[in-house]
């Protein structure tokens, strides 16, 4: 690990301010910063530790809630509010990591989470992401866990958050501080970017811009839905996962609200896939067609191929468990 500054946070304000040069990093949980510092991956100068920021609450904002930065991924998990309203959200923290990590990860730090791309990790090898200009060695390479969906020539890794997932589903939205001092309301697919020629800028966060809360809109109400398929049933990140959120009125479908993980660069949404649900009374053929216009676009990489088959079975069958299985 190379040296760095440590700067103890006092206030919002200083932490935006201490971390506005391109070589600093806020430190919370730690979970996947120490791991990349400790490889080298991550050389940050100076370490802004924002633990001590009064960013912990859930508090009610409007119909809907604000959740703090700082806010461990096991107690947003457990909250009554979050089980009862979201529950998609609960559910999906709970398919991700160890309790171990839930402990520790913060709400925040999750969304800023680093691709798992094993290229990535490896300093031997070329990557776009890690050492732009050098290329991607996953692209005719190990990829089985890779992206299928608005991946490019020069990366086709996967964000590897699930509560992100969820959160894409529940429309939420990212309030930060840059270091100016200005506060910004992002909606996830304003925060997260693609890959295109830049695939080390993963979001459009400025430098030193903090991340205090996210807040989520009014509860969507209906069905809601969590499934993550993986290789093995614990401590694994996802081939494909689905947060779904579904109302159905009258034998049709009013509100559909669809994420999905291990597809892309981003936690990945298809409004034109809700809008050819949405009216419709559920079937397995509908629901076929949903995932078919869902892979519009969609590329395999060799070893991962087989996500788009997995993307035709696994969407059916959650959109079924979210109507309550229709003939």
């Excluded at 201490?18 to 806020?26: V, W």
């Excluded at 100076?46 to 633990?51: Q, Y």
């Excluded at 839930?102 to 691709?115: D, F, V």
């Excluded at 959109?319 to 229709?326: C, T």
Aim: proline fraction near 5%.
């Amino acid at each position: 690990m190379r040296p760095f500054d440590y700067v103890r946070a006092t206030d919002t304000g200083a932490a935006a301010a201490a971390a506005s040069s391109a070589s600093a990093r806020f430190i919370a949980g730690g979970t996947n910063l120490l791991d990349l510092m400790k490889l080298q991956i991550e050389t940050p100068t100076k370490l802004v530790d924002i633990t001590h920021l009064p960013l912990r609450d859930i508090a009610a904002e409007g119909e809907g809630l604000r959740i703090g930065a700082l806010v461990p991924n096991a107690d947003l998990a457990a909250d009554e509010r979050i089980r009862r309203d979201y529950p998609v959200l609960s559910r999906a923290l709970l398919a991700g990591a160890s309790g171990q990590l839930r402990n520790k990860a913060t709400t925040g730090g999750n969304l800023l989470q680093r691709t798992r791309c094993s290229y990535f990790y490896e300093t031997n090898a070329a990557c776009n992401k890690r050492e732009p200009g050098s290329g991607c060695d996953a692209i005719g390479g190990f990829n089985r866990i890779h992206a299928i969906l608005g991946a490019s020539e020069h990366c086709i890794a996967t964000h590897p958050s699930d509560m992100a997932v969820a959160m894409r589903a529940l429309d939420a939205k990212v309030e930060t501080l840059t270091a100016s001092g200005e506060t910004r309301l992002l909606p996830l697919d304003a925060f997260y970017r693609l890959p295109g020629t830049t695939p080390h800028i993963e979001t459009n966060l400025q430098p030193g811009e903090l991340i205090t809360a996210v807040v989520l809109p009014a509860p969507l109400g209906g069905r809601q839905v969590y499934r993550k398929v993986r290789d093995r049933a614990s401590y694994a990140f996802a081939l494909i996962s689905v947060a779904a959120a579904v109302t159905v009125e009258n034998a049709v479908m009013t509100k559909v609200r669809l994420a999905f993980g291990g597809l892309a660069h981003m936690p990945w949404r298809d409004e034109s896939v809700e809008a050819l649900l949405e009216g419709q009374a559920p079937s397995r053929s509908l629901f076929e067609k949903a995932a078919d216009r869902l892979l519009v676009g969609a590329i395999g990489q060799g070893e991962n191929d087989f996500k788009i088959e997995l993307v035709r079975r696994t969407l059916p069958a959650v959109l079924s468990e979210a109507v309550g299985d229709p003939a």
